[in-house]
């Protein structure tokens, strides 16, 4: 079983929907999760930073932390084809120093 | 956010000889920074970490004398694919980590492509 899961997709939507990407884990010891954005041939973009479980928002972004179902989601309301990229999940171990990725949500916004 | 440059985006190179890339963290200090390889479609693959002023810390089937890394200051790392050949085609992406924090930014990347 991977550390982080999450669904490689492809997930297509159009102009204007709510986008629901989500990730699992399996290590208790995350403590920080990310949200990265990569367009095709680019590095990864920070998008959103949170440390503890809840909400935090920013823009047409929320992240969501839930710790004790192991469970991590990215909200993107009005969604515009710009968004259109992979967006990955990476959380960071204490225990190893490394931030660990989920495999990436292939996202595509359709006029 | 912090910025992240890398260069080459792009190179070029025959089989046999050496590519280095740069990774330059431009507006913050970073004691720590991290080397990943992304094939078409897949999600990062970590190579090694490299603290500055010691020797990176490679991950397991990474070969150190191929993919050689240098953390000389706060600021620069770099990765030198030695004896490149086909094989190593690949995009290179290099990230660095806030001294203070645990956010990670990321380069540009560099897409490799050996003949």
């Known amino acids: 079983q991977k550390e982080v899961e999450q669904d490689p997709g492809p997930l297509s939507v159009p102009e204007g929907a709510i986008v629901s990407l989500n990730c699992t884990y399996s290590?208790?010891?995350?403590?920080?999760f990310m949200w990265y954005r990569q367009y095709s041939r680019k590095g990864p973009e920070l998008l959103m930073y949170?440390?503890?479980?809840g909400n935090k928002e920013d823009g047409r972004f929320t992240a969501q932390v839930d710790k004790s179902s192991k469970y991590i989601s990215l909200f993107i309301r009005d969604s515009q084809p710009s968004d259109s990229a992979t967006y990955l999940c990476?959380?960071?171990?204490?225990?190893?120093?490394?931030?660990?990725f989920g495999q990436g949500t292939t996202l595509q916004v359709k006029p | 956010g912090a910025v992240v440059s890398q260069h080459p985006s792009w190179v070029i190179c025959k089989s046999g000889t050496s590519v280095k890339i740069e990774c330059r963290s431009l507006d913050f200090q970073a004691t720590t920074m991290f080397w990943y390889r992304q094939f078409p479609k897949q999600s990062l693959m970590l190579m090694a970490t490299s603290n500055e002023g010691s020797k990176a810390t490679y991950e397991q089937g990474v070969e150190k004398d191929k993919f050689l890394i240098n953390h000389a200051s706060l600021t620069l790392s770099t990765l030198t694919v030695t004896s490149a050949h086909p094989e190593d085609s690949s995009f290179y992406i290099c990230?660095?980590?806030?001294?203070?924090?645990?956010?990670?930014?990321f380069g540009s990347g560099t897409q490799l492509s050996v003949l």
């Open positions: 990230s660095a980590r806030e001294t203070v924090g645990e956010k990670l930014f």
């Open positions: 990476a959380m960071w171990s204490g225990n190893t120093g490394k931030l660990i």
């Open positions: 949170t440390y503890s479980s």
């Open positions: 290590n208790s010891a995350f403590q920080y």
